[in-house]
């Protein structure tokens, strides 16, 4: 059975990071106001610190994320034809030690939203990068870099800067929704 690696945020989930900024800021932020990846790069530097500082003492985002439309349906199918691992990263750089509650909330949450998955499929890491599988979906084009033969990069503002022909030299897919994705990978699972 060939293998699938998953991404959480913003590939299965979205929200609660932004929405935690905007409580912060007493803002209004949209995704579509931000080109960043991440989304605290609105703020100056010693905001920023702050609002870290702040972030992992207070904040559970995993409480009021929204699921994208279709994903955890369309997962649901494709845990029927593959094996599949949520394989989410967790460590913030700039925060090592505070980042490590962000496993326990996401562990939690896929736990409650997603009963279908082997807890044992769950890869809670810092590197992305050392992963081998057959599929890769993910919305940072850097996560999908190296092993897999099918790379499907799920569209999002910080990542429409890269070109198709950057995204085809390394053999990946743009796809808009879980519909698109559910279609390319059930047709893929009936001809192997």
Not at 7 to 12: A, G, R, W
Request: glycine share 4%.
């Amino acid at each position: 059975m060939k293998k699938i690696m998953i991404d959480l945020d913003e590939t299965i989930c979205e929200g609660g990071y932004l929405e935690a900024v905007n409580e912060y800021l007493h803002t209004d932020y949209q995704y579509t106001d931000i080109p960043h990846y991440y989304v605290e790069d609105v703020m100056d530097e010693e905001e920023k610190e702050a609002f870290l500082d702040y972030f992992y003492q207070h904040v559970n985002i995993y409480k009021n994320v929204k699921v994208l439309p279709k994903a955890l349906e369309v997962i649901e199918k494709l845990a029927t034809k593959y094996d599949i691992y949520i394989v989410t990263a967790f460590v913030d750089r700039r925060r090592v030690k505070e980042s490590s509650v962000m496993a326990k909330y996401k562990y939690e949450w896929i736990i409650e939203n997603m009963p279908y998955i082997n807890p044992k499929h769950i890869v809670l890491t810092g590197s992305k990068d050392i992963i081998m599988c057959d599929i890769k979906i993910d919305d940072k084009v850097a996560n999908l870099k190296g092993y897999g033969e099918t790379k499907l990069l799920l569209n999002h503002k910080h990542n429409e800067n890269f070109s198709h022909e950057e995204l085809e030299k390394n053999n990946i897919r743009r796809v808009y929704d879980w519909e698109q994705i559910g279609s390319i990978l059930l047709k893929e699972s009936e001809v192997v």
